[in-house]
């Protein structure tokens, strides 16, 4: 069963109708009937993402000097948010292309920008592989090494469980140089890179494609393919990590909207007992319950989107909005699969998947505990800060 987009009036439009008629019919068109393949098959969706690049949606923040569309956060956020709503396998692809692209624009050396920002406009995938074996979240020291040879930077190493990583055409890496931790910017095909699947590439949620590991073997690098400064690496990461979380709400918005249409549209057309199952009281209330949550989580992720435009508090915000939407999308998309019945675990439906998304997102992108370590970093801020006004 295919969820139906409810009409107006019961899901707001976050930005303009316009847009989003556009959008819901590109992805009616390019997404959508590839979505059960996607994730049955666990294979990267270039096709998609490809017609989305072309389109101009891969770039809809960029400055129009690098071939974007110079719109906010919002739309950003709306694209993650209806891509998800039939492929969360798309929205985690488009995710990893936002990564490498934000880094890119807020550190990047002007003549990187200039080479690799318009390309994203042309349907560019990348990869954000900072993941070693070793060190799993803690990037702050790596096995991945760079040393600079003349104008070169040399890398060796392995990152691991790269996402995005069997299609990516280049990727975004952190590697350890003499002055701490830096960020590089590699591309598929130069000498000494290869991908290799291991034993545990396969997630199972948020399938697009096997989690590949990056293999770097004395790769040789231009100068100006360090992103910003030497060092600083894990600052750059973790704040290009703040932005796409925003986004990865988003996804976990589109998981719980189309878990529950496709639930409302079952309870409204299934009968039990000679009544409609959406007319029992019980059934009714597990919507009123999913539909405030999806509410709720839908005005924090797009507020968060406005923080990113406007440059404020966006650590807190996007940590927030991630939290509270992937909870609620795996909430939604169990509730989902109780109120139907043998058809919601039923593996022709495809609550299932939606489940297992959402599940999915409460790991990846930053766990729900590292949120809200990041959250209570910000609460201990505003302690200390109110402490020393009142000193």
């Known amino acids: 069963m295919r969820p139906m987009q409810m009409p107006t009036g019961l899901w707001t439009d976050p930005v303009e109708p316009e847009f989003l008629a556009s959008l819901r019919r590109t992805v009616a068109e390019h997404v959508e009937p590839d979505a059960d393949a996607i994730d049955r098959e666990d294979v990267y969706p270039v096709a998609a993402i490809k017609e989305l690049a072309r389109q101009g949606y891969t770039s809809l923040t960029l400055p129009e000097e690098f071939g974007g569309r110079g719109l906010g956060f919002a739309h950003c956020a709306a694209l993650f948010e209806e891509a998800s709503y039939a492929s969360a396998a798309v929205g985690i692809s488009l ?148 932005y796409s979380r925003t986004m990865a709400a988003a996804i976990s918005l589109g998981i719980a909207r189309a878990a529950f249409d496709g639930a409302l549209e079952f309870a409204a057309g299934r009968s039990a007992f000679d009544r409609r199952i959406l007319d029992f009281q019980g059934i009714q209330w597990y919507f009123a319950d999913m539909l405030a949550d999806i509410d709720a989580a839908r005005l924090l992720t797009f507020e968060a989107a406005r923080k990113l435009d406007a440059h404020d508090d966006i650590a807190r915000f996007g940590s927030e909005a991630k939290l509270l939407a992937s909870r609620v999308a795996t909430d939604t998309a169990a509730r989902a699969v109780q109120i139907c019945g043998a058809y919601g675990v039923m593996e022709s439906a495809r609550f299932g998947r939606y489940l297992r998304d959402a599940k999915a997102y409460e790991i990846a992108g930053g766990s729900s505990e590292i949120l809200k370590n990041t959250i209570a970093k910000r609460l201990q801020q505003h302690v200390a800060l109110r402490r020393e006004a009142l000193s």
């Open 95 to 242: 995710i990893t292309i936002l990564q490498a692209q934000t880094i890119i624009r807020l550190f990047g050396a002007d003549s990187l920008k200039r080479t690799v920002l318009p390309e994203f406009g042309r349907g560019l995938i990348t990869s954000y592989a900072l993941t070693e074996a070793n060190h799993g979240s803690d990037i702050r020291s790596l096995d991945t090494k760079a040393v600079r040879d003349g104008d070169r930077w040399i890398l060796s190493g392995r990152k691991s469980f790269i996402t995005s990583g069997s299609a990516a055409e280049a990727y975004v890496i952190l590697a350890e140089t003499p002055v701490g931790v830096s960020a590089f910017f590699v591309r598929q095909g130069m000498d000494g890179v290869s991908t290799e699947e291991g034993p545990n590439a396969a997630t199972f949620g948020l399938r697009n494609g096997p989690h590949v590991d990056l293999v770097l073997d004395r790769v040789a690098l231009p100068a100006d393919h360090l992103i910003g400064v030497e060092g600083k690496g894990v600052r750059q990461a973790v704040t290009t990590l703040d």
